[in-house]
Nanobody, 116 residues
Framework: QVQLVESGGGLVQPGGSLRLSCAAS????????MGWYRQAPGKQRDLVAV???????NYADSVKGRFTLSRDSAKNTVYLQMNSLKPEDTAVYYC??????????WGQGTQVIVSS
């Protein structure tokens, strides 16, 4: 089992910044994928950014150039730095972890609201 603990959501004005953190604990494999998805009201859950060990980072087109995903492997933690936030970035953001055996886990979600 893997536990994911998220932090960093909140309310921010358009153009502002937030940083989300997600710490994984439990049965962590070094070969894994970690990152973030988001789900706006009435919409499906979509990829924001994920990093895969030995492969690299993948971003949604809508966040490229504004969001940066980083990883501290020693702490099994990923960070999502979100800059130039827009109202359309408003969503519940979910941390994601999967390993090479096919196990996948989700965090409880953290709300991000971009509004003036």
């Amino acid at each position: 089992q893997v536990q994911l603990v998220e932090s960093g959501g909140g309310l921010v004005q358009p153009g502002g910044s937030l940083r989300l953190s997600c710490a994984a604990s439990g049965s962590i494999f070094s070969l894994n994928t970690m990152g973030w998805y988001r789900q706006a009201p009435g919409k499906q859950r979509d990829l924001v950014a994920v990093v895969t060990s030995g492969v690299g980072t993948n971003y949604a087109d809508s966040v490229k150039g504004r969001f940066t995903l980083s990883r501290d492997s020693a702490k099994n933690t990923v960070y999502l730095q979100m800059n130039s936030l827009k109202p359309e970035d408003t969503a519940v953001y979910y941390c994601y972890y999967s390993d090479y055996l096919g196990h996948a886990y989700w965090g409880q979600g953290t709300q991000v609201i971009v509004s003036s």
